[in-house]
């Protein structure tokens, strides 16, 4: 066994309930005596909440999916101007994503309280768009230095983009299985992370307001998140790349409608990934533990429900065979793409 690990250096904190302490906690930590702190209008009540011990000097609500480039540039003016020395983001992963464009050009440390299963709050990646040219990085600055996980904030997610989140991060624990710096450990928390989510999602569908499988989902989406970012981007992130650029697709949902296509598409080439993901669902393969588990959560189904167009479908093919990596365990044509592309755009068995 032969391979190079990095470790993201970050705290981690599970505080069922205690985010206001638990972030007042991490800012401290920081000597931090300025804070911004960062929701949208849907998170305002939350981050209300969670700021409510904080040392407030600047509150920035202008939060927009996909992070575009005079947003950031508003909140970054709002943060110099403020004089700030810390960022507190509460939200989803557009939310974050802000936090991580302002760190991304002043180095202030974010302490992250994530409010869906994006995972966001666990990568150091990047993201800024420009028109429709969506561009990625990777920088140390904007790994947050705490992520302060409350399963209580996430009770009122409602249950629809709860399953499309939560499949967004089931789709990271796959595509970590076979990414371009896949190895040992992120597979090895990658199969967890199915585990917590097969365990944690049916009981949110079942029961929103219920605590523990919110948490069980939560530590999942954690997992997830981790092995993801050390492992990279596979197939599957780079199709729903390619298409939510060009179509403006809601992210989570074409996660969610991708994702059974592409494991079945590798699954039968990825002998290891595909018993540990079985693994992970406790299911015969890993193409029926994903199935068993879209059925039992009503998953969203077909990328035309969200907007694609059908001729999306034949513009789409040379960008995503652009952006596959070489060594993906299928390999990629544009004969088996069109039909892949095709199957995820009129939401048919994907087996
Ligand atoms: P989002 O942050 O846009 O949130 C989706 C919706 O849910 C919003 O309307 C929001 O107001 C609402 N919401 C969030 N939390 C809520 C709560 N607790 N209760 C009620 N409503 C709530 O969506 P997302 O899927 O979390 O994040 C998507 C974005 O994150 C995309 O831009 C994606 O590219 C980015 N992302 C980045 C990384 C990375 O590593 N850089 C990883 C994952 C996602």
Redesign the pocket.
Known sequence: MRFVHETLPQRVVFAPGGAPAAVAAEVAGLKATRVMLIA????AA?AGRVGADLPVAVRHGE?V???PADVADRARKAATEGAVDALVCV???????LA?AVALTTGLPIVAV???????E??N???LTEGEV?T?GVDPRVLPRSVVYDAT??????VE?SV??GL?ALA?CVDAMWGPRADPIDRALAQEGVRGLALGLPAVAADPTGLEGREQTLYGAYLA?VA??SAGSGMHHKICHVL?GMFNL???QTHAVVLPHVLAFNAPAAPEAERRIAEGFGSRTAVEGLAALREALAAPRALRDYGMPEDGILRAVAPVLDAVPADNPTPVTEENLTALLRAAWEGSDPA
């Open positions: 949208g209008p849907g998170e939350l939060v999916m996909h992070v939200g989803g992963g557009s939310t974050t994503g991580k994530p409010t869906t299963y994006a995972g966001s666990a990568t990646v990047w993201g969506k990625t904030l996430m009770l009122g997610l409602p983009m499309a989140s967004n990271h998140a993801f970012a939510g809601p992210h989570a």
